[in-house]
């Protein structure tokens, strides 16, 4: 784990770049494809993932190096051979494990957060889950378990595959001639974020999509069917967590409230959005149908909202680089407190985004605890300036506490209803 948030300290700021490229081409060509409100969304979603992923909060079901055990065959010398054939293992086991999330209700859960965002760019390709808690992916690596592969080689590689499908959300790159028929071009991965009937779980794989060519879920983008993203069954909300689990939340009162026994087991491993009868109507969840004249889930918000959103965004981020550099160095105690502060800060303010009544005041309650908690911890990991360190957190802690004030009965349904979604 700590290698791994050693590398991300270098992976965000390249993601970083990347972004603001892309912002800055849609600003000058008059081709925007970003939205505020979305895109602090988007990357306080790749917060998340990254704290969960550095703390290691996943139960492996099976592991890879328990499956090479039993199933090895041969064993490949170390050499670009061995890399390559490594590499393909991986992003085969990446379609099916993307399929079979795209396939059974409770897989959906695990994935829903990377397709929730209703645009599409490079930001949103750091919509990615936390609520992966089990792990069992190491299922769909027996083809590398066979060949004998290193677990090295697969934890190396892996992070990179991942990285690797970050460059293709994007609306500004065309067609790519022959690569099509290669790797995934953004023009694939647009039909695969587009809720269009024709597009609807197609072009699965990663970075080849030889995997969609051969299994059938290949789908070219049309010129006269330009995708529409999103999810079929809106999110509306802005906070990450919330998006992570309001399917598996969806899922239980279904299986709570329907009065069939069989229903209330196998509705988990139905296809996708499969919900039992006795339920549609009691519990109606809006389905999008009219693609033309959807509504983004997008307030008109003031410039004092977005002011207070920047400020909260770019305090936390703060806190997620304090959190990675000095990783290493902090006990799995404090680890796991700092992360969980990082955690309901995210919660905290992309709720006040969301403008609920309450979120004002827990965003004050936060403010006191998350200070209490430096103040108490703080010389456990500000080894160094030890006094600016701390003026500066609790300098945050106290702004944040005074926003909450300001807010605190603000957001009413009245004050809300100033605020209009904007139309597509």
């Not at 990663?206 to 969609?212: E, G, L, V």
């Not at 002011?307 to 959190?323: R, T």
């Amino acid at each position: 784990m700590d290698i791994y948030a050693t590398i991300l300290l270098y992976a965000i700021p390249g993601f970083m770049v990347l972004m603001t490229i892309e912002i800055l081409y849609g600003h000058f060509t008059n081709k925007q494809t970003y939205s505020f409100m979305d895109t602090i969304s988007s990357l306080s979603s790749g917060m998340t993932n990254i704290l969960k992923d550095s703390l290691g909060l996943v139960l492996i079901i099976i592991s890879y190096p328990y499956i090479l055990e039993i199933l090895s065959v041969i064993e490949l010398e170390s050499s670009f051979l061995l890399y390559f054939i490594a590499f393909v293992c991986i992003d085969f086991a990446s379609y099916w494990n993307h399929r079979l999330n795209h396939s059974v209700n409770i897989f959906w859960n695990r994935h829903v957060i990377h397709h929730s965002s209703e645009e599409f760019n490079m930001a949103c390709a750091l919509r990615q889950s936390i609520s992966a808690w089990i792990g069992f992916g190491a299922l769909f690596l027996i083809p590398a378990a066979i060949l004998g592969v290193p677990p090295k080689v697969i934890s190396v590689l892996a992070p990179l595959h991942l990285f690797a499908q970050f460059w293709y959300h994007t609306r500004h790159i065309g067609k790519l001639g022959f690569l099509e028929y290669i790797i995934v071009t953004p023009s694939q991965h647009r039909v695969h974020h587009a809720i269009n009937p024709i597009y609807i779980d197609k072009n699965l794989s990663a970075i080849f999509c030889i995997w969609d060519r051969i299994f059938g879920t290949f789908q070219e983008e049309l010129e006269n069917e330009p995708p529409v993203y999103g999810v079929l069954k809106p999110v509306k909300t802005w906070n990450p967590i919330f998006i992570n689990f309001q399917h598996a939340f969806h899922l239980i009162q279904d299986a709570y409230y329907t009065k069939s026994i069989k229903d209330k087991f196998r509705l988990w491993f139905m296809p996708t959005g499969w919900r039992p009868k006795d339920v549609i109507d009691k519990f109606p969840r809006p389905i999008t149908t009219d693609l033309e004249n959807r509504v983004k889930y997008n307030y008109n918000y003031p410039t004092h909202l977005k002011i207070v959103a920047l400020f909260q965004f770019i305090s936390i981020n703060f806190l997620v680089f304090f959190f990675l550099y000095n990783f290493s160095t902090l006990s799995s105690e404090i680890q796991l407190f700092f992360g969980l502060i990082i955690f309901v800060s995210i919660f905290g303010f992309t709720s006040f985004l969301d403008l609920f009544s309450w979120a004002p005041k827990f965003e004050l309650i936060r403010s006191i605890i998350s200070a209490l908690f430096f103040l108490y911890f703080g010389n456990q990991f500000f080894l160094e300036n030890y006094f600016i360190s701390t003026v500066i957190i609790l300098t945050y802690f106290t702004i944040s506490s005074l926003i909450s004030i300001f807010y605190w009965n603000r957001f009413n349904e009245k004050e809300k209803s100033n605020f209009q979604l904007n139309k597509i």
